[in-house]
Each structure stands twice: as C-alpha cells, then as structure tokens.
C-alpha cells in the first residue's frame, strides 16, 4: 500500500514478490502447496484490495494494481472475496475511461477474473455468476455495448468460453432461454466490423447448437420463424478466421436444417 512511493523499477520488484508469495509449489506426493500468509485471508486484504482498485485511475499506478490482483484471482482462497458486483462495477468504470493504458489494464484484470484452467476454480466462478446471475449479465452486458472495438471483441470471446464451458451449463441454459439475449446476437451479427460479426455468429451457433435445452419455447419459435433469413444470412456473411467459420458454418446450417 505503500507503493505510489516507488519507482517503475521498485514497483516491478514488489509485483514479483506478491507472485513468489503464491506461487504454487509440488511436495514429493505430487500434492500442491500454496505458500499464502494468512495477512491475505482476513479482513485486511479488503483494504489492500480497495486500495489496488482505486488506485487504477493514477496512469503510474494501473500497471501495478492490474498486475497484483491479477495475481489474487489465481488464488482459489481469493477469487471468491474478488468475485463481487460492487468490485466488477468499479473494474467496468475503469474500462471506460478514455485512457488506453488504465482501459486496457482495467480489462484485462476483469477477464481474468472469469477465466481460468483448474476446474475447482471454474466452479467458484460458475457458482458467483448463478448467484448473481442478472446483476453479472447486466454488467457483462454494458461491456460488449462499450464502444471500443477491441474490449467489445474480447468480451464476446470470453462470453462464448464462458458458456461453451461443460462447468457452466446451467448458465449457457439460462443465456439462450432469454429473448433479449437473442436479439443482441442478431444486432451484433449486424455490425459493420468483421470481427464483431464473427464472434456473434460463434454465440448463435453455440445458442442454435444447444436450442433443445432452451427452457424458453418462443425461442425456438423465433428461430424456426426465420430460419431460412438466418440460412441466407449465414451462407452470405463473410468473416475473420475464415477456416473456423467454414467449419462453424456447416455445424450451424445442419442444425438450422434438422429443425422443425
């Protein structure tokens, strides 16, 4: 908390330290060993996580703050104390502002915050999102309409990951019973940039690909309504990654073709 007084250099050094501080160790029966002080795991690290938030705004500071919580959120002990809509909302604000540094910082850290390899880690975040379902959407939501083409792409890839995810289930069945998320896809398969248009057609696909499970029926209705709109509009949109798309392409229209 003391680091606005350090150098770039100095700042660095801490950084790899907080990494030492959890890095995860194997013992010789291959069990994990996560080396955390208890410092970490009491009402202290609120403080030290405010702290870390508020100070992304300061262009000498976002670096620093963006790196250690990214660090805590690779701790399970931790992730479900940044797991929280009020910390979400103040990591969004800063994705907004119209500094590219603190942006792009900002967005990387809440990216992290959702995606991660362990599956015991997965489910604490999988877990957050079901408890706070439409409060996460609404947020996740305000993001992918944030005019800034590289935040709204890497948001729509994430979603997908997030979603694609067998962990997440419940989650992807909740998504795609929703009319209005829909809607957005559709909008967004609309957008003038290639790339928008590509990770939107990647949710229709996962969303046509899944619409049995949908628990909403005007879904499917929707979809049935214009299915042969959506055959055209797909056989004729052209994207980025050319190669996954001509294979995604194929999987969405025998999916539209076998619905009725």
């Known amino acids: 908390m003391n680091s606005p007084k350090l150098s770039f250099e100095q700042k660095?050094?801490?950084?790899?330290?907080?990494?030492?501080?959890?890095?995860?160790?194997?013992?010789?029966?291959?069990?994990?060993?996560?080396?955390?002080?208890?410092?970490?795991?009491?009402?202290?690290?609120?403080?030290?996580?405010?702290?870390?938030?508020?100070?992304?705004?300061?262009?000498?500071?976002?670096?620093?703050?963006?790196?250690?919580?990214?660090?805590?959120?690779?701790?399970?002990?931790?992730?479900?104390?940044?797991?929280?809509?009020?910390?979400?909302?103040?990591?969004?604000?800063?994705?907004?502002?119209?500094?590219?540094?603190?942006?792009?910082?900002?967005?990387?850290?809440?990216?992290?915050?959702?995606?991660?390899?362990?599956?015991?880690?997965?489910?604490?975040?999988?877990?957050?999102?079901?408890?706070?379902?439409?409060?996460?959407?609404?947020?996740?939501?305000?993001?992918?309409?944030?005019?800034?083409?590289?935040?709204q792409r890497t948001?729509?890839?994430?979603?997908?990951?997030i979603l694609d995810d067998p962990v997440n289930s419940e989650i992807m069945i909740k998504f795609i019973s929703s009319k209005d998320n829909l809607r957005m896809i559709i909008d967004l398969l609309s957008n003038e940039n290639k790339g928008i248009q590509f990770e939107a057609f990647m949710l229709l696909e996962l969303l046509i690909r899944n619409i049995s499970k949908a628990t909403e029926p005007d879904i499917k209705t929707l979809i049935l309504h214009n299915k042969l709109v959506l055959v055209k509009f797909i056989k004729g949109l052209e994207v980025e990654s050319e190669q996954e798309y001509d294979y995604n392409k194929d999987v969405m229209l025998h999916y539209l073709d076998s619905l009725h």
């Open 155 to 161: 948001c729509l890839k994430t979603l997908y990951e």
């Open 12 to 151: 660095k050094e801490v950084i790899n330290l907080v990494r030492d501080i959890f890095k995860v160790a194997e013992n010789k029966d291959n069990q994990e060993i996560h080396h955390s002080p208890i410092y970490f795991q009491n009402a202290k690290f609120k403080e030290v996580l405010d702290f870390l938030l508020d100070s992304y705004s300061q262009p000498e500071m976002c670096t620093f703050a963006g790196n250690i919580i990214r660090t805590f959120t690779k701790y399970e002990g931790l992730l479900g104390h940044i797991l929280n809509i009020q910390i979400l909302e103040k990591l969004i604000n800063q994705v907004e502002d119209s500094r590219f540094e603190i942006s792009s910082e900002a967005f990387e850290t809440f990216r992290a915050i959702f995606t991660h390899k362990k599956e015991s880690e997965k489910k604490i975040v999988a877990d957050f999102i079901l408890k706070n379902y439409d409060e996460f959407l609404r947020l996740y939501k305000s993001l992918i309409n944030y005019d800034n083409y590289l935040s």
